[in-house]
């Protein structure tokens, strides 16, 4: 059965992009608190408060509770080191030097989802660590360049898995990128590596995210007894990145963007950074 994908309107489309900026503005506003000595719960406490006092939208993480799962305690996810995804914020993770750590904001406002998240380094990076976050950005954005009508789900798949082959990275199987508007897991499910079983053409108006975890060991996860904390079975570094893409006519837009938003590679050829002067 073939997934229903929503093709969004150009009114809904315009309420993602504002939704998308504001989840892209509170990566911009944390920026200069990830730094070494914070604890990620008061970064989650900044980000909460920001969402609701500055941007006047919800955290759309802090009680989401998917079929089988606890709710999701806090508002952001900050995933340090070997955490691959949904590490939960606490008062007693303190930010080292050395350390890489992915923030994982959702917000919901006017009904409508914003999902990104970034990679940041504290202090001196460590060669590893440093290789790694690059890997996972240019991971993420080989996928995005495969988005056009005619191509299909799996060409970002494709893409992602050719791009963390050479280079001798693996990538997680079991979480991926999803469909997003109205709701914040919509049809499809992104896989970032290549399936056997046929996936959907895109068309414009579509809308998901891209969001490749990788691994600088394998691509094996365990998940921690709090229900929520997915880890490299391995102990092996994790990172990732995650934008929204829109699919246009001519190939594709990038919904989750500000200022901070940092340059894509150099060989991307299908989107520019907006100049927000
Ligand atoms: N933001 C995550 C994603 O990219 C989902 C987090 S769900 C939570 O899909 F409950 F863990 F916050
Ligand atoms: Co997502
Ligand atoms: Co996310």
């Given at each position: 059965m073939?997934?229903?994908?929503?093709?969004?309107?150009?009114?809904?489309?315009?309420?993602m992009r504002r939704v998308g900026r504001l989840s892209?503005?509170?990566?911009?506003?944390?920026?200069?608190?990830?730094?070494?000595?914070?604890?990620?719960?008061?970064?989650?406490?900044?980000?909460?408060?920001?969402t609701e006092n500055v941007l006047g939208a919800k955290s759309a993480c802090k009680g989401y509770t998917p079929e089988g799962m606890t709710p999701y305690p806090r508002s952001t996810c900050i995933s340090v080191n070997h955490v691959i995804c949904h590490g939960i914020p606490s008062e007693k993770k303190i930010l080292k030097n050395g350390d890489i750590v992915n923030i994982d904001v959702t917000i919901v406002k006017d009904g409508f989802f914003g999902d990104n998240s970034r990679m940041f380094i504290i202090g001196k990076p460590t060669v590893a660590g440093s290789r790694l976050v690059q890997a996972a950005f240019g991971?993420?954005?080989?996928?995005?360049?495969?988005?056009?009508?005619?191509?299909?789900?799996?060409?970002?798949?494709?893409?992602?898995?050719?791009?963390?082959?050479?280079?001798?990275?693996?990538?997680?199987?079991?979480?991926?990128?999803?469909?997003?508007?109205?709701?914040?897991?919509?049809?499809?499910?992104?896989?970032?590596?290549?399936?056997?079983?046929?996936?959907?053409?895109?068309?414009?108006?579509?809308?998901?995210?891209?969001?490749?975890?990788?691994?600088?060991?394998?691509?094996?996860?365990?998940?921690?007894?709090?229900?929520?904390?997915?880890?490299?079975?391995?102990?092996s570094l994790s990172a990732q990145w995650e934008l929204e893409v829109l699919v246009t006519e001519t190939g594709y837009d990038i919904l989750t963007v500000s200022e901070g938003t940092p340059e894509p590679p150099e060989w991307v050829k299908g989107w520019k950074k907006p100049s927000f002067a």
């Open positions: 073939a997934p229903k994908i929503t093709i969004h309107t150009p009114e809904e489309i315009e309420a892209s503005q509170l990566l911009d506003y944390i920026t200069p608190f990830v730094k070494a000595g914070v604890s990620t719960l008061e970064l989650d406490n900044l980000m909460d408060a920001y991971c993420m954005w080989s996928g995005i360049e495969a988005v056009r009508p005619g191509n299909t789900f799996n060409d970002i798949g494709i893409a992602c898995k050719r791009y963390c082959d050479a280079l001798g990275l693996s990538i997680v199987h079991e979480y991926g990128g999803h469909g997003i508007g109205r709701v914040f897991h919509a049809e499809p499910h992104v896989s970032h590596v290549p399936l056997s079983i046929p996936t959907a053409r895109f068309e414009p108006g579509m809308i998901f995210t891209v969001e490749p975890m990788v691994n600088a060991g394998r691509r094996h996860l365990t998940m921690l007894n709090d229900g929520w904390t997915v880890v490299t079975k391995d102990k």
